[in-house]
Nanobody, 115 residues
Framework: VHLVESGGGLVQPGGSLRLSCTAV????????MRWYRQAPGKERDLVAS????????NYVDSVKGRFTISRDNVKNTVYLEMNSLKPEDTAVYYC?????????WGQGTQVTVSS
């Protein structure tokens, strides 16, 4: 199992970014996927999750209405569309899944929201 994130960067407050996470090594369409983030000096927190077929998604309250998680089970990719970004969204963002009761993480992608 291998997860590779991309799409992070520096953006001004109010801006947008789309993160991608491409998965290999397992049957992607069978597993829920999640995005977490970790700000400096803080714990890694769940941001959003999506069911295996994409019919259900959940978000932490702080990003509801601004972030959208989606997936393409043909491309084996999960996305996180982030709009109206705030400085407090600054963090390393990780995608995550659990396969055969084992946790798998990507390497993370840095998102910095600053003017």
């Amino acid at each position: 199992v291998h997860l590779v994130e991309s799409g992070g960067g520096l953006v001004q407050p109010g801006g947008s970014l789309r993160l991608s996470c491409t998965a290999v090594g397992f049957t992607f369409s069978n597993y829920p996927m999640r995005w977490y983030r970790q700000a400096p000096g803080k714990e890694r927190d769940l941001v959003a999750s999506i069911s295996s077929r994409g019919g259900n998604s959940n978000y932490v309250d702080s990003v509801k209405g601004r972030f959208t998680i989606s997936r393409d089970n043909v491309k084996n990719t999960v996305y996180l569309e982030m709009n109206s970004l705030k400085p407090e969204d600054t963090a390393v963002y990780y995608c995550h899944t659990i396969v055969n009761m084992r946790d798998y993480w990507g390497q993370g992608t840095q998102v910095t929201v600053s003017s």
